[in-house]
Nanobody, 121 residues
């Protein structure tokens, strides 16, 4: 299994930036897909971005495309989500997740603890 530990998040004004980190440990995960999801109060969880460990193929939700960037650092076993031009609608709890089959659009198997991102207007 894989353990995912998140860091980052916090309060930022609209138009600002934040960078989230997700450190992975445990079983080898070179074939995994890594994703970021978010959930606002009273809303369903939604997909934000994903990347494959092996080839660094990326995919973004339309709502964040051009503003958010997902990346990975193999040496640190860490996935990042750089969030720029933040909007109040980006306010949510953000979760890092891993999918064992390497399918960015598949069902994710492991989840981080979540971190709050709040964007003030």
């Amino acid at each position: 299994q894989v353990q995912l530990v998140q860091s980052g998040g916090g309060l930022v004004q609209a138009g600002g930036s934040l960078k989230l980190s997700c450190a992975a440990s445990g079983r080898a995960f070179s074939t995994y897909a890594m994703g970021w999801f978010r959930q606002a109060p009273g809303k369903e969880r939604e997909f934000v971005a994903a990347i494959t460990w092996r080839y660094a193929n990326t995919y973004y939700a339309d709502s964040v495309k051009g503003r958010f960037t997902i990346s990975r650092d193999n040496a640190k076993n860490t996935v990042y989500l750089q969030m720029n031009s933040l909007k109040p609608e980006d306010t949510a709890v953000y979760y890092c997740a891993a999918e064992r089959g390497g399918d960015i659009k598949g069902n994710y198997d492991y989840w981080g603890q979540g971190t709050q991102v709040t964007v003030s207007s």
